[in-house]
């Protein structure tokens, strides 16, 4: 069972905006930086939301990362056929000293 | 540019070893935290260990501590897995990472490609 929870699948039309929560507790989020990672099917993860909320360079503005308290939620609005992945977030976790990830959550453009 | 490749990957019996390596270039490797990442099939991310730029802080997962050793040579700007007594449910893709900062986990910014081991009689 992942220290990290979020919604197994999330799906939405081209255009439309998704949102993708991350929930943990006091020794990871709510005291570290949250990262979020997108997988496309056979290929290796990817960065694509560190410190909460910076975008690395290169990827589009349509994705955008966000914290409070012990949540973080990442969207991705005006999606697109090739936003279809896997996303994952991730934080230190002070009490394990380690990291953790969430379990992912599947995004299907419908 | 930045690259990340694992090898030593493949087929090993329960309760044996093996070690993977992982080559950096494209960056100075000493000067970076790198970490350990693995995918069971079909499975969500888990990752495993970092090492820090010297080597003298490491960290592991409960699942495997006392039985994987993370170690790295900044000389030949490489990374090591050795891994014993493995077990069927260590079969996974093995990806090298590179932590950005704030160290020790600001976030896995480069991986490499991974490497596939079997656990199987």
């Known amino acids: 069972q992942s220290v990290l929870t979020q919604p197994p699948s999330a799906s939405g039309t081209p255009g439309q905006r998704v949102t993708i929560s991350c929930s943990g507790s006091?020794?990871?989020?709510?005291?570290?930086?949250v990262n979020w990672y997108q997988q496309l099917p056979g290929t290796a993860p990817k960065l694509l939301i560190y410190?909460?909320?910076q975008r690395p360079s290169g990827v589009p503005d349509r994705f955008s990362g966000s914290k409070s308290g012990t949540s973080a939620s990442l969207a991705i609005s005006g999606l697109q056929s090739e936003d279809e992945a896997d996303y994952y977030c991730?934080?230190?976790?002070?009490?394990?000293?380690?990291?953790?990830f969430g379990p992912g959550t599947k995004v299907t453009v419908l | 540019q930045v690259q990340l490749v694992e090898s030593g990957g493949g087929l090993v019996k329960p309760g044996g070893s093996l070690r993977l390596s992982c080559a950096a270039s494209?960056?100075?490797?000493?000067?970076?935290?790198m970490s350990w990442i693995r995918q069971a099939p079909g499975e969500g991310l888990e990752w495993l260990s970092c090492?820090?730029?010297?080597?003298?802080?490491?960290f592991y997962a409960d699942s495997v501590k006392g039985r994987f050793t993370v170690s790295r040579d900044n000389a030949k700007n490489s990374l090591y897995l050795q891994m014993n007594s493995l077990r069927a449910e260590d079969t996974a893709v093995y990806y090298c990472?590179?932590?950005?900062?704030?160290?020790?986990?600001?976030?896995?910014?480069?991986w490499g490609q991974g490497t596939l081991v079997t656990v199987s009689s």
């Open positions: 990472a590179r932590d950005s900062p704030p160290s020790p986990w600001g976030g896995a910014d480069y």
């Open positions: 494209g960056f100075s490797f000493s000067d970076y935290y």
């Open positions: 090492i820090s730029s010297s080597g003298s802080t490491i």
């Open positions: 006091s020794s990871n989020i709510g005291s570290n930086p």
């Open positions: 410190n909460n909320d």
């Open positions: 991730a934080a230190w976790d002070d009490s394990l000293s380690g990291c953790v």
